[in-house]
């Protein structure tokens, strides 16, 4: 999976974690143990009642076994979306 991850780097890229959180910012590094290094990230908070909140978070590391899933972001498509009207249930963490 590393190698997948070489692709993505300096590249807008979306993050969604174990435990439900969603992250979205450039990916600047990675290890072997799928460690990963984002630059200007911001965590989307999605709630039923109002529109998305993006919670800044600067640097920020995610720790690879907090992985889920991670793709790369159209910066176009996603600049495009209105995040004030957007309703969504926020995810639940995985259970094993």
Do not use: C, W
């Not at 969603?22 to 984002?38: A, C, E, H, S």
């Not at 910066?75 to 979306?81: A, K, N, P």
Request: charged share 25%; hydrophobic share 40%.
């Amino acid at each position: 999976m590393a190698s997948a991850l070489e692709s993505y780097v300096n590249k807008l890229v979306e993050i969604v974690t174990a435990d439900g959180r969603v992250i979205v910012g450039t990916l600047k590094g990675f290890d072997q143990t799928i460690n990963l290094i984002l630059d200007e990230s911001h965590e989307r908070v999605y709630s039923t009642g109002q529109g998305v909140e993006q919670v800044i978070l600067g640097l920020y590391i995610v720790r690879g076994d907090n992985v889920a899933v991670i793709g790369e972001l159209d910066d176009d498509t996603d600049s495009g979306l209105d995040f004030e009207n957007i309703r969504a249930e926020p995810l639940n963490a995985i259970v094993h």
